[in-house]
C-alpha cells in the first residue's frame, strides 16, 4: 500500500504479558516516528529513527518500552511486562526528512493496545 | 511545563464564523511550524506549515507565526461543518529528521 501500515490495529493483552507493535513506513522514507497519544490529546513523542539509526529515545517512558528498526524500513516498538497504564494508540508516523520538505509526517491507523 | 501548550476546547461555532486556534511554545529553538487536522478515529494530517516567523495563506486557511512571542496561530475563515475536527499543532527544531512536538489539541465543532 502507499500508506503508512501498523499491524496489528487492536492488540488486548494481560498485565505482565509482552507486546509487539510492528509499523511498516512509506517506501523511501527516512525518518520513523513512534508516538502515544490518549484519547482527548495530542501524540506524545516516544522515540524516532532516522534510518536505521535511532535519534532520540527521550520519550520512551521507561526500560519496558524499547524501538527498534534494524533494516531502516520497518521497525517494532516493544513493550515488556505490560501495565494498564500502558494502555493508549501507538502511532506511527514517517517522513521523507529531506533539506526541502518540512517535517511532514505521514501517520499510521495505528495501534489500540489495551492491557487487562 | 510542557513545551507546546494548546487549549484543548472544545470550540463550538456556528458555520460561516471565523475561527481562531492557537498554540503558545517555551522552546525558542523551534523553526517549523505545523498545524494537522486530525478526524475521530484517524491520524493527524498535516494541513499547514510555516517556516520561522510571518504569515501564509491557504484558501480558507490562515498561518501565522510570532516567535518574538513564541505564539502560533491558525484562523479559518468562513469555517463549514466539515471543519469539525480536533486541530493539533506540532512544531519541530528543523527539518532532516528532528522531532516534531505536538499540542494537546483543539476540538472544534462547526454547527450548521
Same mark, same amino acid.
Given at each position: 500500500g502507499a500508506g503508512v501500515s501498523q499491524s496489528p490495529r487492536y492488540k488486548v493483552t494481560k498485565r505482565g504479558q509482552d507486546v509487539a507493535l510492528r509499523c511498516d513506513p512509506i517506501s523511501g522514507h527516512v525518518s520513523l516516528y513512534w508516538y502515544r497519544q490518549a484519547l482527548g490529546q495530542g501524540p506524545e513523542f516516544l522515540t524516532y529513527f532516522n534510518y536505521e539509526a /535511532? /535519534?532520540?529515545?527521550?520519550?520512551?517512558?521507561?526500560? =519496558?518500552f524499547s524501538a527498534e528498526r534494524p533494516e531502516g524500513s520497518i521497525s517494532t516498538l516493544t513493550i515488556q =511486562?505490560?501495565? /494498564? =497504564?500502558?494502555s493508549a494508540m501507538y502511532r506511527c508516523a514517517s517522513s521523507l526528512a529531506s533539506p526541502d520538505s518540512p517535517e511532514k509526517l505521514f501517520f499510521g491507523s495505528g495501534t489500540q493496545l489495551s492491557v487487562l | 511545563q510542557k513545551e507546546v501548550e494548546q487549549d484543548p476546547g472544545p470550540l463550538s461555532v456556528p458555520e460561516g464564523a471565523i475561527v481562531s486556534l492557537n498554540c503558545t511554545y517555551s +522552546?525558542?529553538?523551534?523553526q517549523y511550524f505545523m498545524w494537522y487536522r486530525q478526524y475521530s478515529r484517524k491520524g493527524p494530517e498535516l494541513l499547514m506549515y510555516t517556516y520561522s516567523s510571518g504569515n501564509k495563506e491557504d484558501g480558507r486557511f490562515t498561518a501565522q507565526v510570532d516567535k518574538s512571542s513564541k505564539y502560533i496561530s491558525l484562523f479559518i475563515r468562513d469555517?463549514?461543518?466539515?471543519?469539525?475536527a480536533t486541530y493539533l499543532c506540532a512544531m519541530s527544531a +528543523?527539518?532532516?529528521?528532528f522531532k516534531t512536538i505536538f499540542g494537546a489539541g483543539t476540538r472544534l465543532f462547526v454547527k450548521a
Open positions: /535511532q /535519534q532520540d529515545k527521550s520519550g520512551l517512558p521507561n526500560d =519496558r =511486562r505490560t501495565e /494498564q =497504564r500502558d | +522552546n525558542s529553538a523551534f469555517s463549514q461543518p466539515s471543519d469539525s +528543523n527539518t532532516g529528521g
